[in-house]
Nanobody
Framework: QVQLVESGGGLVQTGGSLRLSCVGS????????MGWFRQAPGKEREYVAG???????????HLADSVKGRFTISRDNTKNTVYLQMNSLKPEDTAVYYC????????????????WGQGTQVTVSS
């Protein structure tokens, strides 16, 4: 089973940018659908973005309405890595960001993801 490790979180001012990375190891990566979720203090975890194993079609990428126009998701299967580029960050984007992998599903349902990373903290100051 693949293991996932996120990185790239940190403290940034409103309007700034960060790029999160999620590296997979231990198993085949390029047949996995990948998702990014986030959990803010006191709130439930929410879906942010997802990408199919082959991202060449527009239907293979999802973005939550709250991040459309600001975030982009991409992947490089040669590096076993999925990215979340976050631009125009807002204080409400502050959360722990998790990547997740699924062998069978792409979408917002957490329970259908098979593997999770440990999370990386993103803090946006006002």
């Amino acid at each position: 089973q693949v293991q996932l490790v996120e990185s790239g979180g940190g403290l940034v001012q409103t309007g700034g940018s960060l790029r999160l990375s999620c590296v997979g190891s231990g198993s085949t990566f390029d047949n996995l659908a990948m998702g990014w979720f986030r959990q803010a203090p006191g709130k439930e975890r929410e879906y942010v973005a997802g990408i199919a194993w082959n991202d060449w079609s527009s239907s293979g990428k999802h973005l939550a309405d709250s991040v459309k126009g600001r975030f982009t998701i991409s992947r490089d299967n040669t590096k076993n890595t999925v990215y979340l580029q976050m631009n125009s960050l807002k204080p409400e984007d502050t959360a722990v960001y998790y990547c997740a992998a699924s062998y069978t599903y792409l979408g917002p349902q957490e329970s259908r993801y098979d593997v999770w990373g440990q999370g990386t903290q993103v803090t946006v100051s006002s």
